[in-house]
Structures are given as structure tokens and as C-alpha cells.
């Protein structure tokens, strides 16, 4: 490479890739001849990539989004801002990727244009809004916008997330002791059993059927369930797959309410969002069906598009489908009146968070007395099975 005075030099870089290499050493000052992949990362210096730590999060966008307003709205120029970004951000993806975008950007491409060519990592939701924010000629406030959703997201997520968490630390460890009882322990004691010589009472009898079963199918069912959730994450995404599931999920009783006020908050505070940056309704409903999580709440979207591309209103299709309260539809049939849909929605977001904290918390509240009832019932019944022949056997003694 040369330097700013012409001179010939070389170095070491740190990158994701060539191109990314190219983009950092420009943005420096210096111009590349060639650029050679070290073998340093090779072999024992191979660097260990944990599974999952190649994915961009929401979190990360968040961050992202918001240091991208403060350094466009302080003037710094769009390349200059990216670079930046590329270089602080600690997801390695993200900053590789930030750093193609920048290329396009550098080569005469919108920057809407080049985070489109990464629809893994930059939902469409980012990608259509930053469009907006260009046309309309205030991307710093449109990213500002990003930023506050997204984090509102992150913090909706972790809510569920911990209220979650207990339950299902439970439930795995309530399986694995009944698991490791059925393999290892119950089958000492059953042959303690055999040489009594005596019937066994009927409970024991049937944790000892139960341990065989473990024991000669426990190997197959472990083979069926990892097959199972590979296919699983295969085919949940699709259409004939959602159709199936997703109304289901509405159903569970308690948690169907959870799902529902979670895909409402996201809803509103999504199609707020878009609305208040200037993307076009119709292009606003496509995506935040899309982005709604649930099939029940992306066909109402799909019936609220064909309504509005009629000239009718946006809030009338929503009353016939029941995942619409009747709350959600007068309050968007008011913001629509009065022209203020985008705060409206943003109110109904606010509200739905707070239904989902309190329940969550509720959930919690219940939960746990339940599965340490359920998890001490189910050791402590196991362990009366396995010391009944005992006792009767004392009390034949006696």
C-alpha cells in the first residue's frame, strides 16, 4: 500500500474480509495494492467461533442505530459515520457488514440501497424506514426512531424471557432427575426387589416397567427428539405450518393472552414507527404483518391493505378479527379521525408493554409455587414407589 506522501509500505490488518480490509485502509488515508490473507489464523491460531455468535441481534441494531443519528446529526459525513461504525461495533457481522454498506455508499449507491443487499441482518423494516428518511431529508431522526423501537423491543423480549426462564429451568431439571432415577437408581433397587421374592406393590411395579422402557428406548427416543427439532426449525416458518400453529397459540389458555398482547405491542409500535417516518401505509402494513410474528395478525393486515387500497378505513376491517380488541379499533378509528394514527398507536404499544410486564410478572408469581409442587411431587412419589417393598417387608417381619 501507499501512504499519503506516495511511499510504498506493509502491514498487518485486523478484518472480516478483503474488501473489508480495502474499506478500513481508505477510510485511513492509504491506498491498497494488494491485500493477502494472512495464514496466522490458520491451523492451532484458528480463531473458535462459538454457535450463534455470527447472528446480528436487535440489541446490537439498537446501539447501532442510535450512534448513527448522533453522528449524522453532528455532522460527520455518511462514509465517515460508517467507518466509524464498522470499527466500534462488537459484533463481527455487523461490522463486516457495515462495511460492504459502506462500500456501496462509496460507490454512488443510497445507503437504503446498500443495507437492502443484507436482508439477513437488516430487517425491513430499518431498510424502508432509512428510505423514507433519505427522501424526506431526516435520516437522523428516522434512525433515532429505529433506535427507540428497537430498544422498546429488546426490553419486551427480555421481559418474556425471565418470566420464562424459572419454569423452564424447572421442567429441565424435573426431567432430567426422573431420568437419571429411572436409569441408574431404580434399577438397583429393583433387583434388591427380585430377590425378595414377594409381588411387589402396583406402583413399584410400574416405576420398574418405567425404567425398563427408559433404559431399551430411552436411546431411541433421545434420536427421535433431536430429529424432531431439526425438522422443527425447519419447517415452523412455513405458511401451511403457521396457519396450523400460530391460531393455536392464541388458544393456550394464559399463555394465548401473553401472545396476543405481545403481537399487539409489536404491532402498533412497528406500524406507529413507519407511519410517523413517512413510509407509505400500504408498504407499512405489508411489513409490519410480516414482522408481526403471529399468521392470525398477518392475514388482518393483509384484509386492512385491500381495505385501504379501496379507499375505505384502516381501523373498520380490524373489528372482524378477534385478535383485535375492541379497545385497539376505537382508539385507531379516533387517531385516524382526528390524523394522529402514529401517536395513537404509540399509545397502544405503551399500554400493551405494560399489560405484558404485569402479566409476565403474574405468570411468574404462579408458576413457581406450581413447578416446586411439581417437580417435589413427582421425586417424592418415586421415592415412596421404591421403599414400599421395604416397608411391607417390615411389617411382615413384625
Known amino acids: 500500500m501507499r501512504d499519503r506522501n506516495g511511499q510504498l509500505t506493509n502491514g498487518t490488518l485486523e478484518a472480516h474480509d478483503p474488501q473489508a480490509a480495502v474499506t478500513r485502509l481508505r477510510t485511513q488515508g492509504l491506498v491498497p495494492v494488494s491485500v493477502v490473507e494472512s495464514k496466522a489464523g490458520k491451523g492451532l491460531q484458528m480463531e473458535i467461533r462459538l454457535p450463534g455468535s455470527g447472528r446480528v441481534g436487535l440489541k446490537d441494531l439498537a446501539l447501532m442505530s442510535r450512534q448513527f443519528a448522533t453522528m449524522i446529526s453532528s455532522g460527520l459525513t455518511l462514509l465517515r459515520a460508517l467507518s466509524i461504525l464498522a470499527e466500534q461495533t462488537e459484533s463481527r457481522k455487523l461490522a463486516a457488514t457495515l462495511a460492504a454498506v459502506r462500500a456501496e455508499v462509496e460507490g454512488g449507491n443510497s445507503l437504503s440501497s446498500g443495507l437492502a443487499k443484507h436482508p439477513r441482518v437488516f430487517p425491513p423494516l430499518m431498510i424502508n424506514m432509512v428510505r423514507a428518511g433519505e427522501v424526506g431529508g431526516f435520516l437522523d431522526q428516522v434512525l433515532l426512531q429505529l433506535a427507540t423501537n428497537y430498544e422498546e423491543e429488546v426490553k419486551l423480549r427480555a421481559k418474556v424471557k425471565a418470566a420464562m426462564t424459572y419454569p423452564v429451568v424447572v421442567f429441565v431439571i ?14 438397583i433397587f429393583a433387583t ?11 406402583p413399584t411395579r410400574i416405576l420398574v416397567m418405567l425404567s425398563h422402557a427408559m433404559r431399551t428406548g430411552g436411546p431411541v427416543l433421545l434420536v427421535v427428539g433431536i430429529v424432531g427439532s431439526v425438522v422443527w426449525s425447519r419447517i415452523r416458518h412455513q405458511d401451511r405450518v403457521r396457519k396450523v400453529v ?14 396476543q398482547k405481545i403481537a399487539l405491542s409489536r404491532f402498533s409500535r412497528n406500524l406507529g414507527t413507519m407511519l410517523r417516518s413517512g413510509v407509505p ?16 395478525l398477518e ?4 384484509d386492512v391493505q385491500e381495505s385501504v387500497r379501496s379507499g375505505r378505513s384502516l381501523a373498520a376491517p380490524l373489528a372482524q378479527h378477534a385478535i383485535f380488541p375492541p379497545m385497539v379499533v376505537q382508539m385507531m378509528a379516533v387517531g385516524e379521525d382526528t390524523g394522529a ?12 408493554d405494560q399489560e405484558v410486564e404485569a402479566t409476565t410478572e403474574a405468570l411468574t408469581s404462579l408458576i413457581e409455587p406450581i413447578m416446586i409442587a411439581f417437580l417435589g411431587g413427582i421425586i417424592g412419589a ?7 417393598p421395604i416397608f411391607s417387608v417390615f411389617n411382615q417381619i413384625h
Open 192 to 202: 434388591m426387589f427380585a430377590s425378595l421374592g414377594s409381588e411387589l406393590p402396583l
Open 174 to 187: 424435573a426431567i432430567l432427575a426422573v431420568t437419571a432415577m429411572l436409569t441408574f437408581i431404580v434399577p
Open 341 to 352: 394514527l402514529d401517536g395513537m398507536l404509540h399509545k397502544i404499544s405503551d399500554f400493551y
Open 281 to 296: 401505509i400500504l408498504q407499512s402494513l405489508d411489513i409490519v404483518g410480516g414482522a408481526s410474528g403471529n399468521y392470525v
Open 299 to 302: 392475514r388482518a393486515c393483509t
Open 382 to 388: 418415586m421415592i415412596v414407589a421404591m421403599y414400599m
Open 246 to 259: 400460530d391460531p393455536l397459540k392464541l388458544r393456550v389458555p394464559i399463555f394465548g393472552m401473553l401472545t
